[in-house]
């Protein structure tokens, strides 16, 4: 009786730990999608030394073509990849509700794009994409510590925030000094407990930084 109740016991640890792995498997790949989404923003900053206005165009249809996409899945009318594209790539917390993400990535690339010139509105884009996207997928990945007040965001999120935002910064601007400091005020935005919308609040806050380095913005 003993040996049964101990196999019964092995069995169901064994289903409840393939059912925790295959949740997290499940939320690792959508978080993929999500920033596959988020490092495509990188090629803006191409697109804009060719023509900024028309990136600008380019920007705004998506944002305004996704939002009714995304209505008409709100109403229950399937649009063919689309509506399983934003149903796979939906966070839990999105469960029933329009998914905020690709509007305020859209808007947070125009912002960066109209409010700085170069090199700040290509640091803010890169920032946003790569700085917020690895983030997500080494927060989701290794996960560990979680900060305080975040809505649990990762330590180990922020440092790789952190290292991609400077690499970045380094490269651009080719002043360590700066490039860390850049760097750090994208990490702290980024784990701000601002849900979506730090898709627009890091772009933009961090090409504010980068026009107080440059000197452009007067203190």
Do not use: W
């Amino acid at each position: 009786m003993e040996e049964m109740s101990m196999e019964r016991y092995g069995t169901a640890a064994t289903v409840k730990g393939i059912r925790r792995l295959s949740s997290v498997l499940s939320g690792l790949r959508g978080e993929i999608v999500r920033k596959l989404l988020h490092f495509m923003v990188a090629i803006v900053p191409v697109l804009a030394t060719v023509d900024k206005n028309f990136t600008l165009l380019l920007l705004a249809t998506g944002v305004i073509f996704y939002t009714i996409m995304e209505k008409l899945r709100q109403e229950g009318i399937y649009v063919l990849m689309i509506s399983d594209l934003t149903a796979f790539a939906s966070r839990a917390r999105d469960k029933g509700r329009f998914v905020l993400g690709p509007v305020t990535l859209g808007l947070g690339a125009m912002l960066a794009l109209s409010l700085y010139p170069e090199p700040a509105s290509r640091i803010a884009i890169y920032a946003l994409a790569f700085g917020d996207g690895f983030a997500s997928l080494i927060g989701k990945l290794i996960g560990g510590i979680r900060l305080p007040f975040t809505k649990g965001k990762t330590l180990a999120g922020s440092i790789a925030c952190f290292a991609a935002v400077a690499v970045i910064s380094y490269r651009i601007l080719g002043n360590p000094v700066h490039a860390l400091v850049v760097a750090l005020s994208a990490a702290v935005l980024e784990a701000l407990p601002t849900e979506d919308f730090d898709n627009m609040l890091l772009p933009v806050g961090t090409g504010f930084v980068v026009m107080l380095l440059m000197g452009t913005i007067p203190l």
